[in-house]
Antibody, heavy 116, light 109 residues
Framework: QLQLQESGPGLLKPSETLSLTCTVS??????????WGWIRQAPGKGLEWIGS???????YYNSSLKSRVTISVDTSKNQFSLKLTSVTAADTAVYFC????????WGQGTLVTVSS | SSELTQDPAVSVALGQTVRITCQGD??????ASWYQQKPGQAPLLVIY???YRLSGIPDRFSGSTSGNTASLTITGAQAEDEAAYYC????????????FGGGTKVTVL
């Protein structure tokens, strides 16, 4: 049973870069054909897919965020990461990692607040 | 990019049946996945593919698709089914792009 855990700073100032890491345990990130994704949920709002990556390095991004997003994978650490540049208050959200598409396995989510 | 449209809210009497719908062009070529989310929790996959339940999901949950509309049906709703439900599918472009519906809040009366 795969388990995912997000980690990273919970408070950022406007214009900073959001950096989060998702650690996968219970299996190898590169031994399955999963895509690994990031999803966020602003307070009181719905789910928004940010992007996904395959362990081979292929990436897919939400067109609305593509100019600010980079997702990378580190198979040696069984991790994948999210970078979102030039954050504003609108980027305040709970950020989840999950196998996406698929969606069987999710992290618990981590709240990132952008505030001056 | 594709969009998926859901009704914002629906209510159902305890033990009755409720159907939640999700409309979008991508559903003509890709099955919807359905997620249940309770406050403060991560989403839980309940239905995927043609009509498959994740292990442990009660059989009162079922899914179907017709044209550009996917449906999640809860037959005999229980109090613990009160939650937000989100549909999701791959983008109609056929890539690994993903789109979520806006979510439907189900209230069990």
């Amino acid at each position: 049973q795969l388990q995912l855990q997000e980690s990273g700073p919970g408070l950022l100032k406007p214009s900073e870069t959001l950096s989060l890491t998702c650690t996968v345990s219970g299996g190898s990130i590169s031994s399955t054909n999963y895509f690994w994704g990031w999803i966020r949920q602003a307070p009181g709002k719905g789910l928004e897919w940010i992007g996904s990556i395959h362990y081979s390095g292929s990436t897919y991004y939400n067109s609305s965020l593509k100019s600010r997003v980079t997702i990378s994978v580190d198979t040696s650490k069984n991790q994948f990461s999210l970078k979102l540049t030039s954050v504003t208050a609108a980027d305040t959200a709970v950020y989840f990692c999950a196998n996406m598409p698929g969606g069987d396995f999710w992290g618990q989510g981590t709240l990132v607040t952008v505030s001056s | 990019s594709s969009e998926l449209t859901q009704d914002p809210a629906v209510s159902v009497a305890l033990g009755q049946t409720v159907r939640i719908t999700c409309q979008g062009d991508s559903l003509r070529s890709h099955y919807a996945s359905w997620y249940q989310q309770k406050p403060g929790q991560a989403p839980l996959l309940v239905i995927y593919g043609e009509n498959y339940r994740l292990s442990g999901i009660p059989d009162r949950f079922s899914g179907s698709t017709s044209g550009n509309t996917a449906s999640l049906t809860i037959t005999g709703a229980q109090a613990e089914d009160e939650a937000a439900y989100y549909c999701s599918s791959r983008d109609s472009s056929g890539s690994q792009l993903v789109v979520f519906g806006g979510g439907t809040k189900v209230t069990v009366l």
